[in-house]
């Protein structure tokens, strides 16, 4: 597969042979790529937590591999780090871009330019020096030269007792064997509390806070004693809610054994799709294209069960907040994951507690409410821009999907766009029951029906495509041998429905394989791909989709373009003989 690569490989390593190491330090700087080490806190306090800061600088062209499914042997970056009286999380590795590899015209992850690779770790002794050492191998590859890379860097860190301690800055991914860092519960909870008062100036629940309180206040007319203790089942409603949550956590965290992978779910593309889809749902319903009724018994101020229904209120008060505070929800989850059950816990419970403190002192002090802003206009707009910012958030999530995905979830969220829309907009209160059940069933089939076809796992190809190489093509016209060339895009609609169309015919397919025809899937979707520029330079073809046979004793190629090709393809193909077998 790489000849080129494995020839250069072994004249590197009979070099290493006659090489000695040099002895290590904190940085090198080799002819391609410079790296250096450092400490986010230095000095460091004695049981504290800190980060190793792996700066990588590479030379314009030079990358390397980041995934050890496609690196060549396997050959991906890997990152080894060891010192006494350290405990150490596994590397934080950034985020991989996209090589297309001309050789192979394969599409690869690699890193390049400058990025860093960061390893938690805590100081496992008291006051004293020690040295962290750091292996670092791989291979490192231009478009005319790879390299086996084999680095140690160390470097020294003081440790003391008057050095300032700080919390880890960022989000950690721990190993199995590895210690799990705990956040510090005197920084968690004081923002579990804030979190949570946050949570009432959402725009989802703001305009239903005045009737809520108002009701509770009405309810408690009789005694100022039984006030107060409508607004404090009604704050127990809220936290039941977050109870809800911490159980979760725990279900999680005890019936699954593990210690979260901060970043993990963004690796699997179901819920890569699932979280940008969702985040177009909540924009719509930022922007009114759908809500979420209040019951009747909420709006008209009528008694519902007294403390009991007070407390239903509460935790439909907190169900409420739910489509503007997802994001933060979610990443509480997240960081509870990594955290010890009774902290965790805690933490949750005190959002809750944050949220429910206003309805507390609201119900207890009723003249406060005259005090509080009105919903108005101002709502409205603020309500409107959250739901821009939660379209933003989805496309940014796209960024992990597949990218042959892509295009597909932006085809299936146009499409839930609008059965939401039919849900929320083609019908209101007074639309007859029959009529609402009609489209409203209309809108979970498109939906259902429009998610196999756009989001289901992409059929099996039945035809044996080789990637575009104008060697293999020459080779295949100097043995009189047939050539088909379908040149397509990522980008390309026209292209798409060509391959369900045509290439996925099994006559079509049959009649390849029949006559002995060589394959071609040539992809235009960028400039500086061969593909385009073979369409361009010797075709002389405009856009995509194009079909190029390329047939014994025929001096000039034969062009289809467009997809209705079907009849004229499988005419010139019959016209060929069959392979002898």
Wanted: charged share 15%.
């Amino acid at each position: 597969m790489y000849k080129r690569l494995f020839l250069l490989l072994t004249f590197a390593s009979a070099a290493s042979l006659f090489s000695c190491p040099a002895a290590a330090s904190d940085q090198i700087k080799d002819d391609f790529v410079q790296i250096k080490l450092s400490f986010t806190y230095e000095p460091a306090a004695p049981k504290s937590e800190n980060l190793l800061h792996i700066t990588f600088s590479l030379a314009k062209d030079w990358h390397f591999y980041a995934d050890e499914k496609t690196a060549p042997d396997g050959m991906s970056l890997k990152i080894i780090t060891q010192g006494q009286g350290f405990l150490f999380s596994a590397p934080v590795m950034p985020a991989s871009n996209l090589y297309y590899d001309k050789v192979t015209g394969s599409k690869l992850k690699v890193y390049s330019s400058n990025f860093s690779v960061l390893v938690p770790f805590v100081t496992d002794i008291n006051s004293q020096s020690s040295e962290v050492k750091v292996a670092i191998d791989g291979l490192a590859c231009s478009e005319q030269l790879c390299k086996k890379i084999s680095y140690e860097l160390s470097k020294k860190l003081e440790i003391s007792a008057s050095a300032t301690r700080y919390s880890t800055p960022v989000p950690i991914v721990i190993k199995e064997d590895s210690p799990v860092l705990y956040t510090s519960a005197g920084s968690a909870l004081p923002f579990a509390i804030l979190a949570g008062l946050l949570l009432n100036v959402m725009p989802c629940v703001w305009p239903v806070l005045p009737i809520i309180v108002m009701r509770l206040v009405g309810q408690g007319k009789q005694s100022k004693t039984r006030s107060i203790a409508l607004g404090l089942s009604f704050a127990a409603g809220i936290i039941l809610f977050f109870a809800v949550l911490a159980a979760v956590n725990i279900i999680l965290k005890l019936g699954f054994g593990m210690v979260f992978q901060w970043g993990d779910q963004f690796r699997n593309p179901a819920f890569v799709t699932g979280m940008a889809i969702l985040m177009v749902v909540l924009a719509l319903y930022m922007f009114n294209v759908f809500t979420f009724s209040i019951p009747v018994s909420v709006g008209t101020g009528k008694q519902n069960g007294g403390l009991a229904g007070s407390v239903a209120t509460g935790f439909l008060a907190a169900v409420l907040s739910t489509p503007c505070s997802f994001a933060i929800l979610t990443f509480v989850l997240a960081w509870a994951q990594t955290q010890p059950i009774p902290l965790a816990t805690i933490t949750i419970l005190l959002i809750g507690i944050g949220m429910a403190l206003p309805y507390v002192i609201l119900t207890s002090i009723p003249k406060l409410l005259a005090k509080i802003p009105k919903p108005g206009r101002w709502m409205e707009l603020f309500k409107h821009a959250t739901g821009f910012i939660l379209l933003g958030i989805g496309v940014k999530l796209l960024e992990a999907a597949a990218a042959d995905k892509i295009i597909n979830i932006l085809y299936y969220s146009v499409v839930i766009a609008v059965c939401v829309w039919m849900w929320g907009v083609c019908v209101s209160y007074d639309t007859p029951a029959a009529k609402k059940f009609i489209i409203r069933l209309m809108a979970i089939i498109l939906a259902v029906l429009f998610g196999f076809i756009l989001l289901g796992q992409p059929q099996k190809a039945i035809i044996d495509w080789k990637l575009y190489d104008a060697n293999v093509i020459a080779s295949a016209q100097k043995n009189n041998r047939p050539v088909i060339i379908d040149f397509s895009a990522d980008w390309c609609l026209s292209c798409k429905i060509l391959d369900k169309t045509v290439f996925s015919n099994k006559q079509v397919a049959d009649l390849i394989k029949q006559k002995g025809v060589l394959a071609i899937k040539a992809d235009t979707t960028r400039m500086d791909y061969p593909a385009t520029i073979a369409l361009k330079e010797i075709y002389n073809e405009p856009a995509v989709p194009v079909t190029v046979l390329l047939l014994p004793g025929k001096e000039t190629p034969i062009k289809l373009a467009g997809n209705l090709i079907k009849n004229d393809l499988i005419k010139n193909l019959q016209s060929l003989k069959d392979v002898k077998k």
